[in-house]
């Protein structure tokens, strides 16, 4: 069962092949059995699993069961989960039980999906590798010496291991899709607005954005149709209907125009990995595509002014965690501010406190035009390149990340290294645009993954896309040798 995906999970428990409780406790028993080799799991909920399970068999039974009422998934540990820890990965809050559920995780609940437990992440969703973790690191299922990416390397290792068939994730930088390329599966980013960020434990507010990490673009189709739409919560949702994701998957490609960024395939793109990714593109032109050169001149900006903009917001937001209210408090402090420093200082590990310093920094009274203003500027700029490219294209293609998986510890102590990581997806997170990364080969055994960039709002476009190469091929359905 669990090779299956979501969509056939789906039609298994409505034609009475396996119940929703015999489902997780499946995968409950793959998590035990299998999740000490890869770290993917912070928490699991296996009581709490083994209830919704029952629930989802009895609404079946009942007649008032949906598509996915009854599939069991894993939510990123940044959603927080009523009654469960939400500890974002970090030492400052490992003890923090969530009174009540992020949006994303209450629409999952009311559609009767299964809640297996909470994937490892990046601390506080900053990083590429899922090194930064309090709860130790993440690995790469394909090779377990390699990492899976992040921030959501996690959640990533838990699909490619088949020890969920989907689970959620966030993407601020590229931490869905980078990993999701670095780990075979597909990381959908949404358009900025489109799925709610409340609840979801804050980054960079400008930037964060929820999406579905699954086997295929079918699979993140049916959980967009459940995680999407307009939330009264969060004021930077955006109040446009919500279509049908699956409808428009089979549409046929002929016509479609994809756009190739010059500044996607230049120096820094690791040789096996553009081969596989010409060759995808290659397969969309017979299958009825044509593709068209263009420029994202900017696009070498991203990075500089990403980390800007990121750990600005980031300082904002972590100001929060100061030992007073909720979360790590240190021992016998001597005044208020001694309070502050220790518990800030324990409670937050190296990266973290890295980009508040950079972040508070660019903030700073006389530097606040020279960095966070003009780094503005720049995202525009960004944003202004690709509305430009999508008055001549469809969707953009390229490369997801420059690499396959590298080792573990390979770019720790080199942090410029590691930020390069994210190198095609960031100007997407500033442009505030939507984007997918579908496996399309492997390179030196590790999978490497085709990106796919769509205007706003244009989810169901990608899908699509996506989809039609995913009936071409079956670099989707490949399981590590270790998981199968």
Not at 122 to 151: H, I, L, Q, R
Not at 162 to 173: E, I, N, S, V, Y
Not at 209 to 230: H, I, K, S
């Amino acid at each position: 069962m669990h090779t299956k995906t979501l969509k056939a999970l789906s039609n298994a428990l409505a034609a009475g092949e396996v119940s929703s409780q015999e489902l997780t406790r499946h995968f409950l028993d793959r998590i035990k059995q299998l999740d000490p080799g890869v770290n993917s799991f912070i928490t699991v909920t296996e009581e709490q699993a083994l209830a919704q399970a029952k629930a989802a068999d009895e609404q079946r039974v009942a007649g008032n069961a949906t598509a996915l009422t009854g599939v069991p998934i894993a939510h990123k540990d940044i959603f927080c989960t009523r009654g469960v820890k939400t500890s974002c990965a970090s030492k400052m809050l490992d003890n923090f039980i969530a009174p009540y559920n992020a949006t994303v995780v209450e629409k999952m609940n009311d559609a009767g999906i299964v809640t297996l437990g909470k994937t490892n992440m990046d601390e506080f969703a900053m990083g590429s590798s899922n090194e930064t973790s309090f709860y130790g690191p993440v690995k790469n299922p394909w090779n377990t010496d390699c990492v899976p990416g992040g921030s959501s390397g996690g959640s990533a290792a838990a699909v490619a291991a088949r020890l969920a068939p989907a689970a959620t994730g966030t993407d601020t930088g590229g931490s869905i899709r980078q990993p999701a390329s670095l780990c075979g599966i597909t990381g959908l980013k949404p358009t900025y607005g489109r799925v709610s960020r409340w609840g979801m434990i804050a980054f960079a507010s400008s930037l964060d954005q929820a999406g579905p990490m699954t086997q295929t673009a079918e699979d993140a189709a049916l959980l967009m149709n459940a995680m999407a739409g307009f939330d009264p919560k969060d004021s930077t949702s955006t109040d446009i209907e919500v279509p049908d994701y699956t409808a428009d998957l089979n549409k046929p490609l002929d016509g479609l125009r994809i756009g190739l960024p010059k500044e996607f395939f230049e120096d820094g793109l690791d040789a096996g990995v553009g081969q596989v990714v010409q060759e995808a593109i290659a397969l969309y032109e017979k299958l009825g595509a044509t593709l068209v050169d263009i420029e994202l001149p900017n696009t070498h900006l991203s990075i500089p002014a990403y980390y800007v903009v990121a750990p600005a917001e980031a300082s904002s937001n972590l100001s929060r965690f100061d030992g007073v209210r909720f979360g790590y408090r240190c021992k016998d402090p001597l005044d208020l501010e001694d309070l502050y420093k220790r518990s800030r200082g324990e409670g937050f590990g190296e990266e973290v406190k890295r980009r508040i310093m950079i972040g508070t920094y660019a903030l700073s009274a006389g530097y606040y035009d020279a960095y966070y203003l003009k780094a503005q500027k720049v995202r525009r700029l960004i944003k202004n390149d690709f509305d430009e490219a999508f008055k001549n294209v469809d969707v953009i293609m390229g490369p997801t990340s420059p690499n396959a998986g590298f080792k573990l510890g390979e770019k720790a102590s080199d942090p410029v290294s590691m930020y390069l990581s994210d190198i095609y997806t960031i100007s997407v997170n500033m442009a505030g645009l939507p984007g997918i990364s579908i496996p399309a080969g492997l390179s030196n055994s590790l999978p490497v993954g085709l990106q796919i960039i769509g205007n706003y709002f244009d989810e169901a476009r990608l899908l699509n896309v996506a989809h039609r190469y995913q009936q071409e091929t079956d670099w989707h359905a490949q399981v590590p040798a270790a998981f199968v």
